[in-house]
């Protein structure tokens, strides 16, 4: 190991020289129990550097205080020109030792500077102090004098900070933070874009008020400068913890853990784990969020740690993915159960075909590796919309949640844009079923149960695959599917160890859960997402976050199916749009809603100069071409639930949401006339001559289209599909009346019964 550092003299530039310096009876001792090391390197302008220790510095007395302090004995102290290397024996050699030691080392810095003053006030304005320290701990892997070097060159390197006045302030501010426990913790919604509901929560830090530190960030960076970073993260991990109250018992609870800390003997995660008892959480409720300050150099062994605690039944996440240090390397060696995207991928993501690209291949890449994606730093709707009908299963951010000292449930504004989201019909399928209107009622459990009550009443019900395991609130917990745990009690020792164990230590706890708003389509392709081992499993459907239902893939592909059938049968045979009777049933459907919605008509202008100028082939293929325009632009727009549908010959409807209707029915008219410059080339600024319908000849442009938009705010109490129709027949009139592209556009409020006119 090549230490670079500015201190020009360190004595041990090879782990040889320990022994030097070192007795047999330290290496000894640190293959059994935790040894302390402090570093202390004087900075001075004086010659007599070294005589400083016998002169005017009483460094024997200030030991005593680190004795008192830090409750430990010391070893060993070797002082070679202006440093010194001071080893300690804990006495007792458990709870926060590097806080204890860290402590300490401030103690004494502050004991040496006050000798020094009092001896020579003239040398001590000319001398500084820097220290570091570290705790080697017992490692089965390395011999007694690396461990001690790697030690000592730790501790060396937490001196490199300079020790200025605000150095000294931020030093004792963090022994404040850390030995009284001042982390206060806040919990952020991790949310089911599938159901809408709070998945969990993540324990975030933050400072005391009136803190040395503006942000956690400055703190625990600081505190990894410091050395200090385990024993800050264990105050972290346990506040976190022991404040935790989810609002119901199914919600996970996502702990940030340093990488570093899965290193060593996992002391410092051991002793916050425990404390789970005593909040009557078990493994399975916590996700291990796993982040890096820098790589990861031993896959090998941080696997094996990982490993260790997955048995247990700990979830592991990896944090900031396609940012810093969380490589693709992680992921693949870790195989987390969830990998957090980093805001960089998710910011503006509706407007990026790139990030959306990036986003949807981690997606597929994640389901491939029976992981579940996790997107960070969802700040407005247009991205959670973007996100949702992406298929990502969860999200994080302002837009579904902030901070909070407790955890608060989701806001129904937030839900409602998931749900609008995952009902939407982007592929422009036009099947309006949801996963709700199919789910079937299922048997349920509580998760005391024992496992060989459910085997019962298997035994006693043929048919049931599958049943639900919940809380006393109706939350799904799990799911037991009947195979699976036939499989279990089936293997060698199977019966004794599952038996009688409660059915929440052997169900699935991470199963396929949708909100009943689900379109099939959408709950089809998250379901057939999964890995082989749960395609087959029941689909748990919820309403408000209770269990609904459930409902099998077989259903799901026979409603799929059926629907498909049936638009077959209603689909205009030129261009494969939903005909007049799909498009009564969606604007009847709109009319009883309680939201508002806008009908657009699109005329093709001089459609039949065209057809008999150009020929039949030509007119049915500029038909075609303007269905597959409408279905474009609407799939690219922001709009959610959009009907795209053909009323027959040249004329067709789009109805969606307001708010987008005029930037909508502008994208149409450009991106129709593109193509049919780009299939007539010669049509290009080009005037033609073309009878009227009233017989007159006028120059026109040739084929352009006249879009009528009616906004239909609610309430819909007195509209019907006549009163829709009049109006909408008005507004085409007028729309027809000009020549060239037109857009005309009024709401339904503004039309009176008198005005109303038939379009000839």
């Excluded at 500029?622 to 597959?628: E, P, S, T, V």
């Amino acid at each position: 190991m090549v230490v670079r550092t500015r201190f020009k003299h360190f004595p041990f530039r090879a782990k040889g020289a320990v022994s030097l310096f070192f007795d047999d009876a330290l290496l000894d001792l640190i293959t059994r129990q935790p040894v302390g090391m402090i570093f202390l390197d004087i900075d001075t302008k004086t010659e007599a550097k070294a005589g400083l220790w016998g002169g005017h510095i009483d460094l024997q007395r200030a030991l005593g205080g680190v004795r008192l302090v830090a409750g430990c004995s010391i070893l060993a102290v070797q002082t070679v020109s202006t440093h010194v290397f001071i080893a300690v024996q804990f006495i007792v050699p458990d709870g926060n030792l590097s806080t204890r030691l860290y402590e300490a080392a401030i103690h004494l810095h502050q004991d040496l500077v006050a000798s020094l003053t009092q001896a020579s006030s003239d040398t001590s304005e000319n001398v500084r102090f820097h220290f570091g320290t570290a705790v080697i701990r017992p490692d089965g892997t390395m011999n007694p004098t690396d461990l001690v070097y790697e030690g000592m060159v730790r501790a060396l390197m937490a001196a490199k900070s300079d020790d200025n006045t605000n150095h000294r302030t931020r030093q004792a501010a963090l022994v404040d933070i850390i030995s009284r426990g001042r982390i206060k913790p806040v919990y952020q919604p991790i949310v089911s874009l599938w159901t809408g509901e709070a998945f969990g929560y993540e324990a975030l830090s933050r400072t005391p008020e009136h803190s040395e530190f503006a942000s956690p960030n400055q703190l625990f960076d600081f505190a990894e400068r410091e050395g200090q970073l385990e024993a800050l993260e264990e105050v972290a991990l346990r506040s976190a913890i022991l404040h935790y109250q989810p609002l119901h018992q199914s919600q996970k609870l996502f702990l940030n853990i340093h990488a570093s800390m899965f290193f060593g003997n996992h002391a410092g995660i051991e002793q916050v784990l425990s404390v789970l008892e005593r909040r009557a959480l078990k493994p399975y409720d916590i996700v291990l969020e796993l982040t890096e300050r820098r790589g990861i150099d031993d896959f090998n062994a941080f696997r094996k740690a990982i490993q260790r605690y997955r048995q247990k039944g700990y979830l592991i996440a990896i944090d900031d993915a396609g940012a810093g240090y969380s490589s693709l390397q992680t992921i693949a060696e870790v195989q987390p159960d969830f990998i957090k995207i980093d805001r960089s991928l998710v910011a503006g993501v509706h407007m990026d075909k790139t990030k959306e690209a990036l986003l949807k291949a981690l997606c597929h890449a994640a389901l491939a590796c029976d992981s579940r994606v996790i997107a960070e730093g969802i700040e407005t709707y247009e991205e959670l919309v973007s996100v949702t009908e992406m298929g990502v299963p969860y999200g994080q951010g302002y837009c579904l949640g902030r901070p909070a000292a407790e955890p608060v449930a989701i806001s129904e504004q937030a839900r409602t844009h998931i749900r609008r989201a995952m009902t939407s019909d982007k592929a422009h399928v036009h099947v309006t079923t949801t996963i709700g209107d199919i789910a079937q009622p299922t048997k349920t459990f509580g998760p005391t149960v024992k496992a060989s009550e459910i085997v019962n009443f298997f035994n006693q019900n043929d048919q049931v695959t599958g049943v639900v395991v919940v809380d006393d609130q109706s939350h799904p917990l799990g799911l037991v599917m009947r195979e699976k745990l036939f499989r279990k009690l089936a293997t060698k020792y199977g019966v004794s160890l599952f038996w009688n164990r409660e059915i929440d230590q052997v169900m699935d706890h991470q199963p396929l859960i949708l909100d009943e708003s689900v379109s099939v389509e959408n709950a089809s392709v998250l379901s057939m997402a999964r890995n082989a081992d749960t395609l087959y499993d029941l689909i748990i459907v919820t309403r408000d976050g209770k269990l609904m239902g459930a409902s099998s893939i077989q259903l799901i592909l026979s409603s799929i199916t059926n629907a498909q059938l049936e638009l077959a049968r209603d689909a205009n045979p030129l261009t494969g749009l939903p005909g007049n009777r799909r498009i009564d049933v969606e604007l009847s459907r709109r009319i009883s809603s309680d939201d508002g919605f806008c009908i657009f008509y699109i005329d093709l202008d001089h459609f039949k100069w065209f057809n008999d100028a150009f020929g039949f082939q030509k007119g049915d293929q500029m038909i075609r071409c303007l269905a597959d325009v409408l279905k474009d632009v609407v799939h690219n727009a922001p709009v959610h639930e959009a009907f795209v549908g053909h009323i027959g010959g040249d004329d067709f409807i789009v109805v969606t949401e307001p708010g987008y209707h005029q930037e909508l029915a502008t994208a149409i008219q450009a991106q129709f006339t593109q193509e049919v410059h780009r299939l007539l080339p010669n049509s290009r600024e080009r005037l033609w001559h073309i009878r009227s319908r009233s017989g007159e000849m006028i120059e026109s442009e040739g084929l352009t289209l006249s879009i009528s938009i009616l906004v239909c705010e609610p309430p819909h109490i007195t509209q019907s599909l006549e009163t829709l129709s009049a109006y909408a027949g008005a507004l085409k009139q007028m729309a027809k009346d000009g020549l060239g592209n037109k857009i005309v556009c009024e709401s339904i409020q503004n039309f009176s019964q008198n005005e109303l006119r038939r379009d000839p």
